[in-house]
């Protein structure tokens, strides 16, 4: 079996993980978000697919849900006590090694499909990782504040504000002129399913959704998605800030019709949602609380059956 499933970061990679275990023998090809990418210190970071190779690869800090484990900071110390910054972004010493070979080997020519690859080479996380395009995508915040009203990178508004100042509006710059990066649309092509985890609608998701082609691609294909809302709250992380800033309600059904049913054959919710209804889209209640692995690899079970169940009446 071909599964294609979409990636943001932390909820993405730990579903992937269930994925992964739920279905040993199957195809998985996973296509990562660079929108969050952000150039520090010279060094191009590219925080979801590392959080994806890491966390199959065996590497990451498990309790932080990204960055490596066993980390040390001296190099981090280091740059402040140059007063260099910014100080807010947490590179630690193991991550710093992977940004440097990967800025070397752009530097050098190689596209960041390729890059991703070669990194992949030795954490071996078990599944083929693309970053959605080889084209620079930056995820931009339009934020107002005692500066007046600004753009800001998204990690800026994410990592050092915690999205505590109001987003305006959210765009994905440079999505519109790229393209999908090689693989990409023939794995989607080939794909028996298509699975969207529990990661952020619209930074993560939707943001891989908006290169050209990609959306078109996957719509043709069976989708079942997991939503990353239980009830009026994320499961981690801040995506009602992102949802508020698009006018979405933070909740499974408009996170269902935010994706619809051009797009949409299967949404999962949790228990607590099971009064859930999205015309045109087949909605099933589970438990969707990634507390261990047994429950991670049950949800990522769930959504493939649901989604061979309904490619048999399609």
Known sequence: MKIVALAGGIGGARFLRGLRSA?????????????DDISLFGLRVCPDLDTVMYTLGGGINEDQGWGRADETFTVKEELGAYGVGP?????????????????????????LSAVTEALCDRWKPGV??????????????VIEDE??????????WWVRLRASVPALSIAAVGAEDSAPAPGVLEAIEAAD???LPPSNPVVSIGTILSVPGIRDAIA??????????????????MADACLTAIGVETSAQAVAELYGPDLLDGWLVAET???????????????LLMSDPDATAALAHAAVDLALELKETQ
């Not at 500066?147 to 800026?156: C, L, T, W």
């Open 273 to 287: 949602d099971a009064n859930v209804h999205v015309k045109d889209i087949e909605v099933r209640s589970r438990p």
């Open 220 to 237: 043709a294909k069976t989708v079942v998605g997991v939503s990353p809302i239980i009830g009026t709250a994320p499961v981690r992380g």
């Open 147 to 156: 500066q007046g009203r600004r753009a800001i990178h998204f990690q800026e």
């Open 87 to 111: 100080n807010w972004f947490g590179l630690g010493d193991r991550d710093f090694a992977t940004h440097i070979v990967r800025t070397q080997m752009l530097a050098a020519g190689y596209e």
């Open 128 to 141: 083929r990782l693309i970053p959605m395009t080889n084209d620079q995508v930056e995820t931009h915040v």
């Open 193 to 195: 399913v298509v699975v």
């Open 23 to 35: 279905h040993p023998a199957a195809e998985i090809t996973v296509i990562g978000n660079t929108g």
